[in-house]
């Protein structure tokens, strides 16, 4: 699995998309993406990912953005970090 991050102006990673191949099974969002600490998930970043069946994110997640997980239809599970503010 290739995932793609972009840092934002505050030095954070936001998670942006799970790209070729189609990620399948569990898939783990890292700590970190390029050295940077993930604190969201972007708008759409796992859409059509139809062989996803769990997701885990870490505890350094904050937001995830709309529609992150849509069309996801073997997604039966998502571990939230505790800190999520904003879903």
Do not use: W
């Not at 069946?53 to 997604?75: H, K």
């Amino acid at each position: 699995i290739v995932l793609i991050g972009a840092t934002t102006d505050d030095g954070t990673a936001r998670f942006c998309a799970a790209v070729t191949p189609e990620p399948s099974g569990l898939v783990t969002v890292p700590n970190f993406l390029g050295g940077h600490p993930v604190v969201a998930v972007s708008h759409y970043a796992f859409k059509d990912c139809s062989s996803i069946s769990e997701i885990v994110l870490p505890s350094t997640v904050r937001f995830i953005g709309s529609m992150a997980f849509r069309q996801c239809s073997s997604l039966r599970q998502i571990k939230l970090p505790q800190g999520l503010l904003d879903l």
